[in-house]
């Protein structure tokens, strides 16, 4: 098996470098994946495009998102206005994620280490930031399954989140392959589950028609709606390559796209008019108005597993690509130990988010977890866009284009230049890092949360523009200065 290397990274004493080891050899290989952020050679990819719709359709189908949906009629919106606003912004998040995603058959290599193409050095911040998300999404989703599980179970909250939670670990150290067999799996059993739930909210819930907020208060609140399923839809972009660097060169980009946005579309907008239909009967109480809902027995019990198996699978995927964001940092942990340490760290979020105002904080964990994602994907994509008109069509050399910029002063480009590495460096990394600190400090203004609104957010009536104007600030700043001629 040929083993790719990270530029300036090599074996120690002869046995393989901890960001490399075995990848599964096929669909359906569940043996454990020790490979970490190294490249995965052409030679090691295989699948096809289908199985992006069920890795991205799935793991949405949370309660988590049901409950992400129950917030439209609770800022004032009917049934109506709360379901444009949730479709409008699952779409403009999905776009890009969809888009990045298929950046992985290209070049066998997750969203996180391909980002140093355009931040070099200075990716610390963005994977720092990535890892601490992907703590706190395992917070996120796994409040509302470990309810679900201690429900189920008749066992103490804590209990609950902890079974979930060394299931969810066993599945991130398991891996790629483990991650999207089970998905295709969850996709019918979830779709089942959340079928009847939908059955029964049907036949006894009453939608809101008319909502409580009215003129410029109205527009507010759609907006904000709107953003908040924008950052579902978005906290997937540093994730996206993640789930399809396995997938060999040859796949079709289009079909990974349109797989990836359907995937994400359907599951998210479902679940969140899931929300808004039951918004009275559901609200911060999920799982226990999913047990009311379905009447009790047999019915109930497996409406609460498919709570439960949905956070398990969703946490997966976040321990998985945090393992991916902790080695880009730099951290020699093998991959299988750092999805282990994602999900131990989530345990004490999950227990901190359930202890007192469950809505103000977990509204408060959505948004300022995505809040810097916007300028990381303008910022990546402007990137990728100028390095393909340079390519003029030809193949990606990845370890020559990462050596280029990640290479330290000293040790110099592919040509053994010192001069040229620090150049480049230069050249890439500081306007990156630049647009991104700038993109957040110009979305502050426009943020809206328990913990803080900013002043343009007041002046709009509540509406969060946050995320689009941190996207059109990144680009603004950065694409001048990364197009700019060289010297």
Sequence with gaps: MPVVRLPGESSTNGRPHVFDGRMPAAAGDLRVEAHGIAPVPEGNRYGGPGRLFTVWFAPNLTMTGVFTGTTGVALGLGFGAALAAVVLGTLVGAAPTAYLGTWGSQTGTGQLPLAR?????????????????????DALIGLFGGDALAR??????????????????????????????????????????????????????????????????????????????????????????????????????????????????????AVQALGLLGASVLTDQTARGVQELLGGGAVAAFGLLAVALAAVCSNAMNDYSGSL????????????????????????????????DTTARFQNVLLFVGYWIPGFVAIVIVNWRARVRARKGAPIDLAAEEAEVVGAAGQGGRDGSAGRGKSARCRFAWPSSAAFVG?????????????????????????????????????????????????
Excluded at 119 to 132: I, T, Y
Excluded at 330 to 340: I, N, S
């Design 117 to 137: 193409l355009a931040f070099g050095r200075a990716v610390a911040l963005p994977a720092v930031l990535q890892w601490l998300s992907s703590v706190a999404w």
């Design 152 to 269: 189920l179970c008749g066992c103490p909250f804590w209990l609950g989140v902890l079974t979930m939670m060394l299931g969810q670990a066993a599945l991130g150290v398991l891996g790629y392959e483990a991650i999207h067999r089970l998905q295709i799996v969850m996709t019918f059993v979830l779709g089942a589950a959340f079928g009847l739930i939908a059955w029964r909210l049907l036949d006894g819930a009453h939608p809101v028609a008319a909502g409580t907020a009215h003129g410029a208060d109205q527009v507010g609140a759609f907006v904000l709606t709107s953003t908040i399923a924008l950052s579902l839809t978005l906290s997937w972009a540093p994730y996206a390559s993640d789930f399809s660097r396995y997938l060999p060169r040859a796949t079709s980009r289009p079909h990974m796209f349109w797989y990836t946005l359907l995937g994400l579309t359907v599951s998210f907008v």
């Design 439 to 487: 993109a957040f400090a110009a979305a502050v203004p426009f943020m809206n949360t328990t913990l803080y609104e900013g002043p343009a957010a007041s002046a709009l009536n509540g509406a969060d523009l946050s995320f689009y104007v941190a996207f059109l600030v990144a680009v603004a700043v950065y694409a001048p200065l990364r197009l700019r001629p060289r010297a």
């Design 325 to 356: 964001a902790l080695q880009t940092l730099g951290v020699r942990l093998l991959r299988p130990a750092a999805a282990v340490l994602a999900a131990v760290l989530g345990f004490p979020l999950v227990l901190w988010m359930h202890d007192a």
